[in-house]
C-alpha cells in the first residue's frame, strides 16, 4: 500500500507542476507573455518544493512547516488552475494531495 500512496505522491506533484503551465500557456497575452509564465510558474514552484519538500531539501525542516509548505505549493497551482478555468480540477488536485498525504502520515510515513 505504501508503494502505491508514494506512486500517487509523486504524480499528484507532477499533476501541481502541469497546472501551473497550464495556466500559464493559457493566459490571453502575447507568446512571450504565455512562455515566461508557462514555464516561470512550475519553475518557481519545483524551485520552492526542492529546497524545502524534496527527499534531498537543502533546508531541513519539521513536519508541520514541511506540510505548511507542501500545501502553499499545491494551494498555489491550484488557484492557478481555477484562474485557468478549471476549479473543479483544482480542487480534486489538492483534495488528492491531502487524502494521499493523510494516509502517508497515519502510515507512518514522515513528511
Known sequence: MRVVLLTVAF???VAMLVAAGWWGFTLD???AVRLLAGLGAPLLIALV????CSPRARVRLAPPAKYAVQAAC???A???LALAGHPLLAVGLVALWA???ALLSHGGHPA
Open 11 to 13: 504524480l499528484v506533484e
Open 29 to 31: 497575452a502575447g507568446l
Open 49 to 52: 518544493w526542492g529546497v524545502f
Open 74 to 76: 499545491f494551494l498555489a
Open 78 to 80: 491550484a488557484v492557478l
Open 99 to 101: 487524502v494521499d498525504r
